[in-house]
């Protein structure tokens, strides 16, 4: 069977692995993976296309589907996954070279494209996303909230600040601090 070929709707980005595979899970095969939230309008086109391709290989037998909806929102979550890293591409089409690829967050607004890989595993049917293309139509960088922070009373650690060196253990009372690298 010849693969076939999905791209998904502009969704917003749910626990992206992106920029590094998701370890927590699986150390062994890790993977590169997000899930797409969008309107249930907006996921219909992919829906109806796993759907028939799924029901051509398995029949109408149940099967397993990389897509949820939520009944409270009615909003739809894709998975999309793979073992590499995809390539990435910008709002505009062209192609970002590995070294500019930017750190990608939850809320950003990503599409995905790979190809459907249908599947009997003991018994049990189903249909997984594999994806080999991102394209970035905005991004939420990769980073938490620190503005309910500020400076800690009693620490010692400050960062690597340009040219200078981190310290993260004080030097004992009356011992001077030195550093032989």
Known sequence: MAKIKYQTALGRAKFPHLNTPDTAFDTVTPKFKVELIMSAADAEPLIKLIKSSCEAVHGK??????????????????????????TFIDSTGAVIEPENIPRIGGGSELRAGGTLNIYTVSGTKGVALMLNTIQIGSIV????????????????YVAHVSGAIASSVAPAVGVEATHDF
């Open 61 to 86: 037998a149940d099967y397993r589907m990389p897509v949820t909806k939520d009944e409270e929102t009615g909003e739809v979550s894709i998975k999309v996954q793979s073992q590499y890293q995809p």
């Open 141 to 156: 960088a990769a980073a938490q909230d620190t503005s309910d922070f500020g400076a800690l009373e009693g620490g010692n």
